[in-house]
């Protein structure tokens, strides 16, 4: 999000040009040109799904365990 913030504040304050900012960031043109189409962006629409952890199947034993304890 700090990197959106920051090509639209570019483009609009400081008056940069997209090959100007696509340089200063290391972003394609294509991102930054899409980026400014955009009116505003409340939040990335990406959500990454909680996956299953390493220790899951050996849980029970870890709780068995640390009471033992």
Known sequence: MATYAKVRRMRLREGLSTS??????????NTIKAWLR???????SYRREAGSKKLDDHREWLRQALEID
């Open 20 to 29: 100007e900012i696509a340089r200063r960031t290391s972003l394609s043109r």
């Open 38 to 44: 955009e009116s505003t962006r409340r939040e990335l």
